[in-house]
């Protein structure tokens, strides 16, 4: 590990002008390269004192033995000598996004003398038009099939086409229609060139040409009677508007523009892209990246721009890009942009509308890519092996933690005080295991007296079951009930991980040491920079950013966090929706909903006379004085207020909705764990 200070260029020989730097190691491997309207100010922020740096930066400090730097005129030239570089040197800390598949694309070879229709994969060449990419090859083929009955543009390989044209005989697309053989001379290589240029016009949403152009023909046909033409139209055009349903419009105004949206988290992002073109999405992508290095979504967005058109020119480059947050500064890149696009091009964040509903929905797709590139890398064996096997050499335990339990605490300012308890076995959810506690030593906010509350409850009962079953001397047997189900809190974990940091771990370890316990481990870890707290320890344990025991602590921890905001939610919901009616004994929810279903509101039920209450099916006279009772004892609810305009509503909580069910309010309540 070397010292900055040991390679620290000296005072004034960093130059104040925009240019590129490259951070080497001791082999000479450029492991970091970055771009900077000054290079004096941005280098300088490197040779800080390394307790004020991001742990990511100074683990790339610390590994660097050398800086170097290119003076360049512009900070357009910086952005483009920067993206040359990171392509050249693939820097070991630099963020690399990776494609999460190879996508395919449509693609029509207009280099050749009589172009073909293909899925290509891959580099692009050039002469080529691509439209895409699909996220299927299959979803490729379907829209070319029902293209080719009115573009009958030839799709056949470079040996079956010379083969065709060696025995004068056309494939079986020739023979049905989909093919305008040029292999045997049927077309000219113009009129074939202009089939294919009408499949890319189409293909590039000018589509409403070809459709009045058809209906046109169609109508003359049928007007001169040649109505097996005219039959031929028809099924043309019902083809066409099927190849474009598969392509709803989502911008009405026929905009030409690429979304990008980014997901991420501490250590990972996602990026997705839609590719929009005459207001339709014609193809979608998607990357997935390490964040190596301290980085915000601006800076993710631009990195993205250079993955996305560093190679790209002309109308591949959209006139309009729109991202969920700028770089800083915007103008060199939106420059750079203009420039491979021949012409301006507007990168903006949109802010209403069609466009800003598109965003939402690019949004979700990378959310979800993320959650399920997740997914992917916790579900591999080897990958939670080599984890469990990291967080016990990081926390010097003597074997992995093969069953993880995590415990956070959620409030709302103070009320509604819940937490969570998460088990992970063998590094993946057991969320049959979940429970879910109410803090009830206490009211008020205090976080680590209610991790202290949680663990003892927990533990207590843990001891308990183990009283119970005298040390379990029966075996794993005594560890379940009679129907086969493991018994509650019966298992003990190897580890437990609390959301926070040293108070919350010194409130667990306190808890665990009031009840005896001392073979059972304890960490905390700190959400603001991924620190692992251990008890009685004034400094953390940072395990490396590349580290799969980091990975799955921190999804541990955002599981915890999930599941006890969750309840939290359910329990507020649950506060806001109570009723008088629930304090009646017996009354169950099938005749609460008669009763509001027969009087329309709580204002109409209360005034309502007990003759009237036994009037709804299944209410005698004996439960509707009770329910007179409650009613009248309950103080009446506070007048609902609508609060777009201020205006006091007249029925009460519990009003019918227009389908005649009571409207409800709040969160739904989730089922799995159990609440103790």
């Known amino acids: 590990m070397a010292d900055p200070s040991s390679y620290r260029p000296k005072p004034g020989q960093i130059p104040d002008s925009p240019g590129v730097y490259r951070f080497r190691d001791e082999h000479r491997r450029v492991i970091y390269v970055g771009k900077a309207k000054s290079l004096r100010q941005r280098l300088a922020n490197y040779f800080q004192d390394l307790a004020g740096l991001h742990p990511r930066t100074r683990t790339m400090v610390t590994t660097a033995a050398s800086v170097e730097w290119t003076v360049v005129a512009t900070e357009v030239e910086a952005l483009q000598l920067e993206y040359s570089w990171i392509k050249e040197y693939d820097p070991r800390f630099n963020v690399k996004y990776r494609d999460d598949k190879s996508y395919p694309y449509l693609a029509v070879t207009m280099n050749e003398e009589f172009p073909r229709v293909q899925v290509m994969r891959g580099h692009k060449k050039k002469g080529v038009r691509y439209f895409g990419p699909y996220a299927h090859a299959w979803a490729i083929r379907d829209t070319v099939d ?66 009045r152009r ?43 523009a690429d979304l990008i949206a980014v997901a991420e988290d501490e250590l990972e992002a996602a990026v997705q892209i839609f590719h929009v073109r005459g207001g339709r999405v014609r193809g979608q992508r998607g990357w997935v990246t390490d964040k190596v290095e301290e980085i915000t979504t601006g800076a993710l967005v631009e990195h993205a721009l250079q993955q996305l058109y560093g190679e790209e020119k002309g109308d591949a480059v959209p006139k309009e890009v729109l991202v969920p947050a700028l770089p800083d500064p915007v103008e060199p890149v939106q420059e750079w942009l203009t420039g491979r696009r021949g012409s301006n091009v507007s990168l903006r ?48 335990l003597d074997s992995a933690p093969l069953r993880i339990e995590c415990y956070d605490i959620s409030h709302l300012q103070g009320d509604d005080v819940v ?57 794993q047997n005594a560890l379940t009930e009679e129907d086969g189900r493991p018994k509650r809190f019966a298992y003990p974990p190897q580890l437990v991980v609390v959301d926070g940091g040293q108070p919350q771990v010194a409130a667990a370890k306190k808890a665990l040491d009031e009840l005896g316990i001392d073979d059972i481990a304890v960490c905390g870890l700190a959400k603001r920079l991924e620190e692992v707290w251990l008890p009685d320890e004034d400094d953390p344990v940072v395990l490396p950013r590349t580290s799969e025991g980091l990975y799955l602590l921190q999804r541990v921890r955002d599981e915890a966090h999930r599941f006890a905001i969750t309840y939290q939610r359910t329990k507020r919901a649950k506060r ?10 017996g009354l169950g929810d099938t005749r609460k909903q008669a009763l509001l279903k027969h009087f329309g509101s709580l204002k109409k039920l209360r ?69 103790t």
């Open 349 to 396: 964040i949109p802010q209403r509308g069609d466009k800003k509903a598109l965003m939402e929905t690019v949004q979700r797709n990378a959310q979800q890519a993320l959650v399920l590139h997740k997914t992917k890398r916790a579900s591999d064996l080897t990958t939670r092996s080599r984890a469990l096997e990291e967080i016990a050499e990081a926390l010097d």
């Open 146 to 211: 029902l293209l080719l009955r009115v573009f009958p543009v030839r799709t056949c390989s470079a040996g079956v086409f010379k083969n065709a044209a060696r025995t004068g005989r056309p494939c079986l697309l020739g023979y049905i229609g989909k093919c305008s053989a040029p292999c045997v001379g049927r077309v000219s290589a113009d009129e074939h060139r202009e089939l294919a240029d009408e499949f890319c016009d189409f293909m590039a949403g000018r589509t409403g040409t070809y459709l």
């Open 214 to 256: 058809l209906e046109k023909q169609m109508t003359a046909a049928a007007e001169e009677m040649e109505y097996e033409r005219a039959a031929r139209l028809r099924d043309d055009i019902e083809a066409l508007k099927k190849a474009m349903e598969k392509n709803a419009v989502v911008l009405a105004d026929a905009t030409d």
């Open 419 to 475: 937490a969570s308890m998460v088990v992970f076995e063998d590094g993946l959810q057991r969320k049959g295991e979940y429970r879910r506690f109410q803090i009830k030593g206490f009211a008020g906010q205090d976080d680590v007296r209610s991790m202290h509350e949680v663990i003892t409850r927990r533990f207590r009962r843990y001891l308990a079951e183990k009283e119970k079953t005298g040390e379990w001397s029966d075996g």
């Open 576 to 585: 806001f929706r109570s009723s008088p009616l629930d304090d009646v004994p």
């Open 607 to 675: 005034s309502a006379t007990i003759d009237q209450i036994c009037e709804v099916p299944g209410i005698g006279r004996k439960t509707a004085e009770t329910i007179a009772v409650a009613l009248a004892q309950a103080a009446p609810a506070t007048p609902a207020v609508n609060t777009a305009t201020g205006e006091i509503m007249e029925e009460e909580p519990g009003t019918m909705g227009s389908s005649g069910e009571p409207v409800r309010m709040g969160a739904p309540d989730e089922r799995r764990g159990q609440e």
